[in-house]
């Protein structure tokens, strides 16, 4: 099954009322309108995209080791993604579904993390919950979301739905802003630039990670061709 058909299936379970947490209409309503205003502001627009140079980073992984992003590219391509935090129920079904294609991903020479607003406590809890075996990296204040063009602040009326669903963000992040990162995916070329770039102002709404593996390819080959043409 895809990724949106998982995530499809989690969001007619959540609205009909069958998971622990059952929605008030009114929450719902606030819910739709909360994406919907994102949606429509247009920012996902104004985010980095392919052929722009990615932001460097440095940040720490759940250990508090830190991870740069330049020496991750120095060994080849870089898949980066963007999600909320170990809270958000879609956001740990992507990371699964990146965690059972990384064999692939790897196969390719590529190496892959995830970055969160969340403190290197809740990346810990993330990683053993789903059982990764890629990083997840703490964007202390959502800076490096800021300067890929993804964060943005949850709208006073929202504040409270997310707080009856115990989304407390500023203890999640130990941020008092409540912010978060729209969730993306990034492939990075190893000269810094981006090589796909999916951005989603709905976060129930992401790509499968397969479309990420002939990205990968497409760069080996143009790596290829450059040596060829220089040899």
């Excluded at 209409?25 to 920012?43: C, F, K, N, Y």
């Excluded at 992507?94 to 692939?104: D, M, S, V």
């Amino acid at each position: 099954m895809a990724l949106q058909d998982h995530l499809n299936a989690l969001k007619a379970d959540f609205e009909g009322g069958k998971l622990p947490i059952k929605p008030s209409p009114e929450a719902l309503d606030m819910m739709h309108r909360g994406t919907a205003e994102l949606v429509a502001s247009g920012q996902a627009l104004h985010a980095k995209k392919a052929g722009d140079k990615a932001p460097e980073f440095t940040l720490n992984d759940p250990d508090g080791r830190p991870v740069s992003s330049l020496a991750l590219l120095a060994k080849g391509p870089l898949i980066v993604s963007f999600y909320r935090g170990v809270w958000c129920p879609y956001c740990n079904l992507e990371l699964r579904a990146l965690q059972a294609a990384l064999p692939e991903i790897e196969a390719r020479g590529a190496g892959l993390v995830a970055i969160s607003p969340q403190t290197t406590l809740n990346s810990r809890k993330s990683q053993r919950e789903n059982k990764l075996a890629f990083p997840i990296l703490s964007d202390e204040k959502s800076r490096v979301a800021a300067s890929y063009g993804l964060r943005y602040s949850l709208p006073d009326y929202l504040i409270g739905v997310y707080k009856g669903f115990k989304a407390d963000l500023p203890a999640f992040n130990d941020d008092p802003a409540w912010v978060l990162p729209m969730p993306a995916r990034f492939v990075i070329g190893i000269d810094g630039t981006i090589a796909y770039a999916e951005v989603n102002s709905d976060y129930t709404q992401r790509p499968d990670p397969s479309e990420l593996l002939p990205v990968i390819d497409r760069l080996h080959e143009q790596s290829h061709k450059r040596r060829e043409r220089t040899a």
